[in-house]
């Protein structure tokens, strides 16, 4: 079936670095990427959606020149949390979606829990 | 503007009996697909099931089903049989319309506790 790897699973970093998290779909062509953040015991929050050589659509309230979003080829999308600060501390998660898949054609990867100190 | 209501924030169930997870959404667009996501403590996002508007029979994937009644806007997930490994958050999700790159929309949640 579909794969979506993202990496890395977990990263620590300190305040006011930037930090890049990556999703690669493995045997399919991810036309368009979700990401998502979530907060413990909450529901996903979707961030912005990117489509493969566009500029990504950031949902209202999401600071699009803090969370970068690249889509530059149809099998890999990135995040980066630029200039991290505790606040960002949270869990990202990217879905993919291929148009072919039909029904189902949503695959996520197994997330980012990021925690800035 | 489309709308899914988880109304359980948590249950419990006896291991090895059936166990409903309650779903009910909103939307005006004739044509969506609704989901059921297993969450575990590890985070990954787990496909369960799938239902489109327009199939007429329920969906089933093994212990999983959906009761889908279209005209009641729900999308019930059935779980039968619980083991301890059902325990996680359950997400009930429905496409949102063609033009928004089919983004998914999310229910807030139910966490499910199966008791030994």
């Known amino acids: 079936g579909a794969v979506v790897s993202q990496h890395p699973s977990r990263v620590i970093c300190k305040s006011g670095t930037s930090v890049k998290i990556e999703c690669r779909s493995l045997?399919?062509?991810?036309?368009?990427m979700f990401w998502y953040r979530q907060f413990p015991k909450q529901s996903l929050m979707l961030m912005a959606t990117?489509?493969?050589?566009?500029?990504?659509?950031?949902e209202q309230g999401v600071e699009k020149d803090k969370f970068l979003i690249n889509h530059a080829s149809l099998t890999l999308s990135t995040l980066t949390v630029t200039s991290a600060h505790p606040e960002d501390s949270s869990f990202y998660i990217c879905?993919?979606?291929?148009?072919?898949?039909?029904?189902?054609?949503?695959?996520f990867g197994s997330g980012t829990r990021l925690t800035v100190v | 503007a489309q709308k899914i209501t988880q109304t359980q924030p948590g249950m419990f169930v006896q291991e090895k009996e059936a166990v409903t997870l309650d779903c009910t959404y909103d939307?005006?667009?004739?044509?969506?697909?609704l989901f059921w996501y297993k969450q575990p403590s590890s985070g990954e996002m787990i496909f369960l099931i799938y239902?489109?508007?327009?199939d007429q029979q329920n969906a089933t994937e093994g212990r999983y089903s959906l009761n889908f009644q279209k005209a009641r806007k729900s999308a019930n997930l059935v779980i039968s049989a619980s083991q301890l490994g059902d325990s996680a958050m359950y997400f009930c999700?429905?496409?949102?319309?063609?033009?928004?790159?089919?983004?998914?929309?999310w229910g807030l949640g139910t966490s499910l506790a199966v008791n030994p």
């Open positions: 999700a429905m496409t949102s319309p063609a033009g928004n790159n089919r983004k998914l929309i």
């Open positions: 045997d399919f062509q991810a036309t368009t």
């Open positions: 990117s489509n493969e050589g566009s500029k990504a659509t950031y």
């Open positions: 239902q489109g508007s327009y």
């Open positions: 879905s993919a979606r291929d148009n072919i898949q039909g029904a189902g054609g949503y695959t």
């Open positions: 939307t005006s667009d004739p044509s969506y697909g």
